[in-house]
């Protein structure tokens, strides 16, 4: 009989100054853990750490104490900064010797372009005793050490990502083929806040190897199940489980939809089953909810056109606001908001309009509209709704963020209440 | 006569599953980060462990042996699965004492809402000896062990940010005040190869305390000048012969900006001088032009509309353009692409206009014109200008992140040739 599988868990070293000054997130690390993850394979630590030779040792040597496996991204280079290699030949007592395979390949490309050989490049070519290269177009190996497999990668994201999917990951798992599978499964939902979700899901009962969070997201309220069992088998009847069971205390009308289903991406899917076409007037989003819904591949099928109207006269003539309207109400209103998205579908002979008015700041507030006051209009041909929206709290980015998620809420909120929604 | 000012480095542990399993980025990371080296503090170390006890005993441990100042992220809620004040107490030898004055705050904010006091709060209010709260309505606290100052945060981004910038960096600030400072300029580049730019920047001169780089970043190259000196003054002195330096080798010509003066800023602000309205046409890119230029505060003084001409009845309703041209072209062609623009201006009555259409994927493709053909064209009171791009090797979101961006740099192209560009 099989063991039963176990966890294999590793460590991340990551060396990047460009982390630690804050100039940039550490993409690679994100990519590699999510990675790792999918297949079997938990991280738990990551280390970042600068081109320092003393520090990489340092670090190195925990993590061979501990890890089933490490994995060490930067400082391949061919610069003097580029201390990795040294760094690996002190911490695990390794000399550095030519690899003639990689010198020879460093040279034949150096040929092509009519350049010379460098000590830089003749610095490249050694690597700790008992390397094994990783492909040779980039400067990646990997070597096991006191049973331990350790792999350095290059820093740079397109190259990290390559030799993980080719390389590491495929021999991570022919070395350990004996362990826990792991599963992710967000269900997204609307119109609740997070005090009702907590409420609704207190009576879950605890099931061993089923962890559930929930946390707001971008204007949606997550509900994620994290489930770490023998299989990927086990892990799908886990989740189907626990999401059925969620999904019940929830309520289905609130969950708009699973994993990577975001609103545009439902919302699209209920307007092509319709046959209905999509006309969006904007001001203050200024043609992110069209960016949004554009984002989505097939867009084309049900999105007509999108009108960034931002002055009033571009209002009128693209969707017959009414010069009396604007200056009744102002550009920033209920009724024009109504008026823009009745425009708006009369002008295209669309089925669907949505319309967004509203002040996204910093300048432009008024003691009656202060920056962060948006009405949202959506018409489709079963009913209409205006809405109004106080987001005051926030920059012009999270204003204009929270007024283009807000009206593919109510439009899905339209569209879904027309008709059953399909959620498997 | 003052000491020398030296480099002060800490350390940062962030505490959280999430990241490990690769659900979120480092946000907390990067900010701190980014924000501590502006003040004139570096981290020489970020590590990542999840909730478990032993790791963040033994990480606090290392941490404390090197560092001049440590920060904790994480880990300080109520529940079970929260261990930074025990393995503070462990690692620091330092029991868990009751603050009085915080399980009294705790209490009055209970009493105000009618809820009673729990064992988890009791836990909550439980402190290391020698712990001074960083503000009440937060569970962050600080102390000194073995004269290096510790501060431990929530792990909730708005809640490190506020604590960082109004209890942390003051701290330090007064514990270190002879220390080194840092700071960073980026000069934008348009038009130039990376290689082209390391050809010109070949003649640059080493100076002590400056660091120049460049990468590419987003369509643009930016060359970066990272400086360390005594003071702000002697930063900015360093920071002014470098970037002038640069900008020389370079050529103006090729420089749209400095920092945050990204493309579609620099074009308002051509715009706004000399009164120019402008309108966009967009097709593939779906609205993520008129998003980029509306982001910019103040840009309803130039931009007048923007249309996401989807199907091509918008393109004929809105643009003008005949279905003769459509059909003898296609609606992704040069043509098509100048009608677009011309149509815009004329309709809007503005006198500068921005075209895109293309194929940005994954279907729609063909052998003539590949998914990643774009054309975009600009028209402008003094020139028109239609160009074709291929960016056949990314995703939908790359290819419509390209075109949008190639654009900027083509309406920068025409306005900036047509007058002086204000780079100071």
Known sequence: MADKPSHITGSLITIGD?????????????????????????????????????????????????????????????????????????????????????????????????????????????????????????????????????????????????????????????RFPNRCAYLKHIIRIQGLLEAQINERLRSLAPVAGVAIGYYPQGGENWVSIFVAARNERECLDLIKSAKDEVVALIGTRHVSGHNDDCLEKVVGRLLRERSWKLVLAESCTGGLLARKITGIPGASDYLDRGLVTYSNRAKSELLGVSEDLLSAHGAVSGQVARAMARGAAKNAGAEVAVAITGIAGPGGGSAEKPVGTVFIACVTPTGEKVEKYCFGTGTREQIQENSAQAALAMLWKLLAENGPLVCD
Chains 1, 2 share one sequence.
């Open 18 to 174: 460009e982390i630690l000054l804050g100039d940039i997130l550490n993409g690679n690390a994100r990519h590699i853990a999510a990675e790792l993850r999918a297949r079997g394979f938990l991280l738990d630590r990551i280390i970042t750490v600068g081109d320092i030779e003393d520090d990489i040792v340092e670090n190195l040597g925990r993590c061979l104490s501990g890890s089933r496996f490490v994995i060490v991204t930067g400082g391949l280079g061919p610069t003097d900064d580029d201390r990795t290699c040294a760094a690996v030949s002190r911490a695990m007592e390794r000399p550095l010797i030519r690899n003639r395979d990689y010198a020879q390949w460093l040279r034949d490309r150096l040929g092509e372009r009519g350049l010379n050989w460098s000590s830089e490049l003749e610095r490249m070519a050694a690597l700790p005793q008992g390397a094994v290269k990783l492909g040779m177009d980039s400067a990646g190996f990997s070597l096991v050490h006191e049973d331990i497999p350790c792999y350095f990668l290059p820093g740079v994201p397109e190259e990290v990502a390559l030799l993980l999917g080719k390389e590491v990951i495929p021999d991570l798992e022919a």
